[in-house]
């Protein structure tokens, strides 16, 4: 086993005897009828329909007797948590490099209507040069119906530190806008190697409405003697508004990052 994901273990498999080509292979346990799991049919909806480069492509599903297995493209590298930890000196344009590729990625994800909703860096794995997978659509969801109506989510889980206020309020919820605050606080974590939210829920949610993040920001800037630039700090206000209807939209959120990333270089 090389790592675990939200309902299952993760395993580095070589499907046939003489093949050379290395893949990653999730398999989630289930009982009954594995059709009757709404987790585990909106995962295997999901991989199905994204082709992206920065999304880990789906090779195969193996049905087995209490198991599913979904083989996977297998990204070589460490997960950015990972990785990023590990090269503490990486430079800020690489940094940036490997934020674009996730915006890219999930832009196209929202463009298909399907929202990632534990936006993570455990989540997003790299290959050995650097290219951005997004991984682990164990909590995905399809934006709207099929009749075209948006679709409100009611099951609160993620990881709590990238969760914004309406989750961990257990609100009826967009997924859309929960993407843009995890990338908010991922983005955080790229530039200050830490959260700034930590804690029990309730805790993590009273340092959000008081917008703590903030301070974070400005303590670590003055830790590492690295000031964040002001344009990143504004897109950042833009992705943690409390409200969700008043965040900025992944697009706006891409475009926005490919001018202020140029400057604060």
């Not at 498999?13 to 987790?39: H, L, T, V």
């Not at 948590?81 to 690489?94: A, E, F, I, T």
């Not at 298909?112 to 993570?120: K, Y």
């Not at 050995?128 to 659509?137: E, H, Q, R, T, Y």
Request: hydrophobic share 40%; with cysteine.
């Amino acid at each position: 086993m090389i790592d675990y994901g939200s309902f299952g273990d993760i395993f580095k498999i070589s499907p046939s005897k003489g093949e050379k080509k290395i893949y990653a292979m999730k398999q989630i346990k289930y009982r009954g009828d594995f059709r009757d799991d709404a987790y585990i049919m909106s995962e295997l909806y999901c991989l199905s329909r994204l082709k992206h480069r920065n999304i880990i492509a789906l090779h195969d599903i193996v049905i087995g007797v209490n198991e599913i297995n979904i083989i996977m493209e297998y990204a070589a590298n460490e997960n950015l948590q990972r990785y990023l930890l590990s090269h503490k000196d990486m430079p800020r344009g690489q940094k940036y490099d490997i934020f674009t590729q996730v915006l890219q990625g999930v832009m196209y994800c929202h463009s298909m209507e399907i929202s990632h909703r534990d936006l993570t860096p455990v989540n997003i794995l790299l290959t050995d040069d650097l290219v951005v997978k997004i991984a682990d659509f164990g909590l995905a969801v399809k934006c709207i119906s099929d009749a075209g109506s948006l679709l409100l989510c009611t099951d609160y889980i993620g990881t709590a530190s990238y969760l914004p206020p309406e989750v961990l309020s257990q609100q009826p919820f967009l997924p859309k806008p929960v993407d843009v605050w995890s990338l908010g606080t991922l983005l955080i974590f790229i530039i200050c190697l830490e959260v700034p939210y930590k804690g029990f829920q309730d805790d993590i949610l009273a340092q959000q409405i008081k917008e703590s993040w903030v301070d974070f920001i400005e303590i670590k800037s003055q830790a590492f003697d690295c000031r964040v630039p002001e344009e990143i700090v504004c897109l950042l206000r833009q992705c943690l508004r409390i409200n969700a209807i008043d965040r900025i939209n992944i697009d706006e959120m891409l475009c926005k990052w490919d001018k202020c990333k140029t400057i604060a270089l």
